[in-house]
């Protein structure tokens, strides 16, 4: 049984619901509820809170479908909010997931491949505020976590290396122009699409401004066992090599001059390394150097006798270049450390035959350190000879990387020795000359007048060469006579001033300010003693 009530006085009505009244207030924006034992219910609709006086008992119907209706709409928005943090807190844990696999991945250095990219120049960049021209510009690169940043430049040209380390799941070579602390453009380059084990020369122009870059890249190294490089998985096809052979026959000397021949490099191992970390083991890489094409192998960790098991292919564009391997030791810090090199003239290879090599120090004089370190290695080259003639007649590539000359005293010492020499020697024939013209001694005047008038009379331009000659003659009949000559400044190369930089970087490091001070008077007293 339901009645209503409504008061004039509060601008109230009362409503009987069974044995409970509510009274709605209209001013106060409430509702009252009274049931027989003076229990009451306040509810303000403006609040998310009941009051109830006394203790809980079932009230009626329509309170119960009004408490049910708010509880069920707070359970909703609590479920939602309980959602929306679980969510949150699952994509921060994926996210901190990735950043730690990230991170170990890279302690660990297992990476599928290494992106090699020779910075060369830039042009049409953009000019700086007032119009002028950027004279602080430098390019930064960044390929998933690694990040490297070349140097200042103010000709647009750099000519730098940098080395960075591919993963699968990122691809994305990110390349960005400052000035200064201020980013003018950004570049991108997708890096799935480059074939593996080649040099790519590339342009590629920034999106928010004017000008491109000009690199060379390389992706090397591959570890995956797919790749056509691994020699496990390589089979030599005999119609591919006669459509190779075929290529470079002298009937087809004109059809691409540029293409002079191929090269085929397989690196099978290496035996005898030098230890270079801690423990008695190295992490060796091996890298092959033809112009200004780079390739490298994959890391073998903690061993003195690498496997690599490497084919690798070069295209060939002048006969009379130097195939240069080195092996490296990969270090935590993505630094190496010298182990050994070779140089084979692409002329002196000997097709299809395996063998192995001695590996040298870095200037080539003397056995690399180590229990005779030797490489393994066999080598093809094709080339067609016409091609080959018309790349010789034309100016030799200029090799873009090249390496910094660093200052040695012992060098600069004998260098300055040497041009003392011959700047007595010059001194003796003036003094000998003006000897003669003095009358001095007047039997060599006499001589060296009746010579003069002899060269006067009878001599021309041809006669020149044969002064030289005479020369040459000798001083062949006086090193004949007298024996080899002992002056130190006589030879062209002394090994003993020709130590490792390793060496040279410790003995920097022992000595003091004060023998640097010394050094440093002793080679200017030198030439000014020299100078006169």
Request: with cysteine.
């Amino acid at each position: 049984m339901e009645s209503y009530t409504t008061g004039s006085s509060d601008n109230s009505s009362e409503k009987t619901c069974g044995k409970n009244s509510v009274v709605f207030y209209a001013n106060s924006n409430s509702i009252k509820i009274t049931d027989n034992s003076n229990r009451t219910v306040d509810k303000t609709k403006k609040s998310s809170s009941l009051q109830v006086a006394g203790s809980s008992r079932p009230l009626g119907k329509c309170t119960s479908d009004l408490l049910m209706q708010r509880l069920r709409r707070k359970r909703s928005v609590v479920r939602q909010r309980l959602q929306m943090e679980f969510s949150e807190l699952m994509e921060h844990f994926q996210r901190n997931t990735k950043l730690a696999e990230s991170s170990k991945r890279l302690k660990s250095q297992i990476w599928s491949s290494v992106v090699t990219i020779l910075l060369v120049k830039a042009k049409d960049l953009p000019l700086a505020d007032d119009g002028s021209k950027l004279t602080d510009i430098h390019i930064k690169f960044r390929l998933g976590n690694e990040k490297y940043k070349s140097k200042s430049s103010w000709t647009e040209r750099w000519l730098e290396q940098f080395d960075l380390h591919l993963f699968d799941d990122d691809q994305n070579l990110e390349i960005s122009l400052w000035n200064r602390n201020a980013l003018y453009g950004k570049a991108n380059i997708d890096l799935s699409v480059f074939q593996r084990e080649t040099t790519h020369g590339i342009w590629r122009a920034f999106e928010d401004c004017s000008g491109e870059v000009f690199l060379m890249l390389t992706i090397s190294g591959t570890t995956a066992l797919e790749t056509i490089t691994d020699l496990k998985a390589y089979k030599e096809d005999p119609r591919e090599m006669k459509i190779m052979r075929d290529r470079y026959r002298w009937h087809r000397c004109f059809q691409n001059l540029r293409d002079v021949g191929h090269l085929t490099v397989k690196v099978f191992g290496a035996t005898g390394l030098a230890a270079a970390d801690i423990g008695g083991k190295s992490d060796p890489f091996c890298v092959l150097e033809l112009g200004n094409a780079r390739l490298q192998t994959q890391t073998e960790y903690k061993t003195l006798t690498p496997t690599w098991n490497k084919i690798f292919t070069f295209n060939v564009k002048d006969v009379t270049q130097v195939l240069e391997i080195t092996v490296y030791d990969e270090d935590r810090d993505h630094r190496v450390e010298f182990l050994g090199k070779l140089a084979i003239p692409l002329l002196r290879i000997k097709n299809g035959v395996k063998r192995w090599y001695t590996l040298k120090d870095k200037n080539l004089c003397a056995r690399a350190k180590g229990l005779s370190p030797q490489i393994c290695l066999e080598m093809t080259v094709l080339w067609n000879d016409v091609r080959a003639i018309c790349r010789i007649l034309q100016p030799k590539e200029e090799k873009l990387i090249q390496q910094e000359a660093k200052f040695k005293r012992q060098l600069f010492l004998r260098n300055v020795n040497r041009l003392k020499v011959i700047i007595m020697y010059i001194l003796d024939a003036a003094r000998y000359v003006q000897s003669c013209f003095e009358w001095e001694s007047p039997l060599r005047s006499a001589i060296a007048f009746a010579l003069w008038i002899l060269a006067c009379a009878y001599g021309n331009l041809a006669t020149v060469p044969l002064v030289l000659l005479l020369i040459i003659i000798k001083n062949w009949l006086v090193r004949m006579i007298a024996g080899t000559s002992n002056d130190p400044a006589a030879g062209y190369y002394d090994y003993d001033y020709d130590e490792d930089d390793d060496d040279d970087k410790e003995k920097e490091e022992k000595k003091s300010i004060k023998e640097r001070l010394q050094t440093i008077q002793e080679v200017s007293q030198t030439v000014q003693n020299t100078i006169g």
